[in-house]
């Protein structure tokens, strides 16, 4: 299969939470931020690799085979009003691979999403804008020393990319990781709304509370992600009800 190449290290099929309808979600590895609560550092790393059990993680794969698995699964997409995400790690760590994937995929009549940190380049921004659907946009925090304290990368790029996606008219979503003591203090959540109601693209606001998925793959590779229980019940409804104080977007739980 022809195309340029990225490692992929899930394909979800049936899926239906990163994005309207029915989809398929194409997760690649690579990733340049650290986020201290991150749910798959299984990603971090661009290569194939493997467990401490040997179990390896990851497949090389064309963009030609990527497209031939997601147009397995057209007419569910067409009856539902779904298509295709790609999430990460950061895809746009491989904004070539996504705009030469997102560009085959349209061309036979699928819609695209993709699940960003929004760390990259303008002009890949730029590029896979071009062919992208919907922007499922990470806002992870607003302070620009605690995001860097917090992920490993400053926020200005990403703030940046997302207001000149909106100008550019772009369909966005936000989604906001929230870790109960770490980022869920009211400075935040009020600059997050804030941000959120002076941007005119927003459709709404996703609330993705602290889930500890990450820590056993961490053990397994050696790597280091935050720890702590599940938040209590009702903090995602905590989040959200906070959160719609400070803004007229819509906001949900993710
Ligand atoms: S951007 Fe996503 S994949 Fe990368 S470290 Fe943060 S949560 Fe993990």
């Known amino acids: 299969m022809k195309g340029k190449r990225a490692i992929v290290f899930e394909i ?45 993680i990851g497949r090389e794969m064309s963009s030609g085979e990527v497209v031939s698995e997601v147009m397995e699964d057209k007419d569910f997409y067409d009856a539902s009003g779904g298509g295709m995400t790609i999430s990460g790690g950061e895809p746009m760590f491989r904004w070539e691979f996504v705009e030469e994937v997102f560009s085959k995929v349209r061309a036979n009549g699928v819609r695209t999403a993709i699940e960003t940190s929004g760390y990259a380049p303008l002009s890949a921004m730029e590029a896979v804008a071009s062919v992208t659907d919907l922007w499922l946009y990470d806002v992870k925090g607003m302070d620009a020393s605690k995001h860097r304290e917090h992920t490993g990368v400053d926020n200005r790029t990403i703030l940046e990319n997302l207001r000149w996606l909106d100008v550019h008219g772009a369909n966005i ?45 961490a053990h397994k590779l050696g790597l280091k ?30």
Request: one cysteine or more.
């Open 225 to 254: 992600v935050y720890e702590a229980p599940s938040p209590p019940e009702g903090y995602a409804g905590e989040m959200v009800r906070r959160l719609s104080g400070f803004t007229s977007v819509s906001v949900r739980r993710g």
């Open 12 to 56: 979800e099929r049936f899926a239906t939470h990163d994005g309207p309808g029915i989809r398929t979600v194409v997760f690649l590895k690579g990733c340049p931020l650290r986020c201290m609560w991150c749910h798959s550092p299984e990603s971090w790393n661009p290569s194939v690799e493997r467990y401490s059990d040997g179990t390896v």
């Open 173 to 217: 979503v936000l989604r906001c990781p929230m870790i109960p003591g770490v980022n869920d203090f009211d400075a935040n959540i009020a600059a997050l709304g804030r941000l959120a109601s002076g941007l005119k693209h927003v459709d709404h606001i996703d609330v993705e509370p602290y889930i500890p998925y990450g820590i056993d793959k």
